[in-house]
């Protein structure tokens, strides 16, 4: 493999300064320094052209040790006129990792090197030189790709390579020099740099840009330059963002965003950074390993509290129905708690399936996991079922006073609770929608996995689950308005002050709308990374709507030592109060 050398002056750092020369009439290097003053001239001109400070200034002071990789680095050495390595990464992995001032020196001059490389052999880098002039460079488009490397093209043949496009600010007038223009497409792992260290994103196709307008940095334009990165489409839980390799962060160089706009799109992303430097696209995961694994845990804590609260409310529904001849001999008293006890088997079952999902989905069969699946679907399809029909039963006590006997209500209701919901699910299991589903990292690492509607059938999803959740939503919020209306207009017209009971109904019910409702609302409005505290307290106050249900019933229906008389008798007045029937 040929080491690349490059000429002195390729090896300066910007901000150093340039090495004496002969001046003399014969001397060779007076051109040199003509063409060197009319570079630095011309950069003068560029928008944003401005030194920044040499990291290897540090060395000059005698802070730490001038040796990195087991070479001698001083700061006033120009390479020696031997050139630095290419493979220099590979074989020194202090060169990517340290600190030191030796090595941040030795770091800048390989990275300023790599910046104006000339095409060579080397596995991993592409080059691509111009000499652009304020003439050409406004339909200057250019392009590149991972096997390509970069190239000049045209705009009718823009495809699924990235682009580039350079703003006119950046070269001078038409009629002024022409200037150099380097663009070089560098594959990460191939070179072994522009790895930060305990990084979570991937670099798309771990492909770097460089882009290089003349001989120092360019800075603070007013046009940004444009980067635009092509994709297939990305997995659902990867969010783009566009960096660039910053020198100074960290020990040892890390990714930054400063200074540039990321435009997201479906097969694309377009970069528009206000400087130049190294260039990527990094795709990070909404949803980390140790995230993923935290928030199951929590969830199936969640769940195995929530399911045995569950049996203490059911065990609680016996005890009353035992103990106290009201519950069974009062129809309104009856139906209300089977309602709620209907609501809390759909809960009881659908934190059970979790469980259930999440031990044996990694080592299920195919239909032992489109089963689970199948079933998870419909304990959640069950749950959300349920709590439309207590909405609906709050609108027939609370709205509709008159006329509201229905033969074998409550039956009726189990029909359409439990039985919605397995139509739905037979027949999207007749169209195979159930089956592994993975939540994984752009690099294929899976962190979630679980049996349920299977990626080639996510449309399932959304209509089911979302839009139907959705409408639910709409529907309970609109009740949940006229119940509160309705109560607040009887409180004030005094037809309620002595039933203190229906206020204490009235206020359980927001309480039970408030926790079958917004948390769920909690779970399917989450989207993206900064929504992860919000999907923590959704699995939070989801997992734990037994423990809620089980204490909201305690304090509504469990009668006082002193009431035991009196107080069952408010709600069985409450209720035919607000329930006549025509039976």
Known sequence: MRTLRLPQEKLRAPGEPAEEQGCG??????SMELTQLGTVLLLLLLPGAVPRQDSCDALSRGDETKQCCNMAVEPEERAEGRGLALELPHQCTELRRSGQPACRCLRARWLRMVQFAEQSSTAG???LHLNVSGAVAQGLLLAFSPAEGPAVISSAEQGTVGTIRLPGGLFPSPSGQAVRVVV????????????EDNQVGKVLDDTVVGIAVGDGDV????????LTFAYQPLPHNVTPLCVFWEPNKGPAGGWSSHGCVTQPGDKETVCACNHLSFFTLLLNPSLDVSMAQTLVA?????????????????????????????????DTLRINLGLHMNLVSSLFLLNLAFLLNSGLSSRASMGLC??????THYCLLC?????????????LLFVKVLGTYIHHYLLKLCIVGWGFPALVVVVAGATGSYGEYSIGMVDDQIIIHLCWINSEHLLVHYITNCGYFGLIFLFNTAIFGVVAWKNCHLWRSGVMQGHCKAWKVALAAMGLFCL???????SFLSYGSSSMPVLFLAAILNSLQGVFIFIWLVVLYYPRAEETSSSLSHIVRNDRTMAVSQG
């Open 516 to 522: 079958l409702g917004a948390t769920w609302a909690l």
């Open 383 to 395: 749950c959300f079922t349920w709590t439309v029909l207590e909405g609906c039963h709050l609108y």
């Open 370 to 375: 489109s089963a689970l699946g199948g079933l």
């Open 25 to 30: 009439t014969g001397d060779p290097g007076s």
């Open 298 to 330: 929590v969830a199936n804590g969640g769940c195995g509290v929530a399911v045995a609260f569950s049996i203490f409310t059911f065990a609680f529904y016996i005890f009353l129905r035992c103990s106290y001849k009201q519950f069974r001999s009062e």
């Open 125 to 127: 880098l592409r080059a």
């Open 219 to 226: 800075s603070e334009l007013r046009d940004p330059v444009q």
């Open 184 to 195: 070089t497409v560098l594959n990460i792992q191939q070179l072994a740099m522009f790895q």
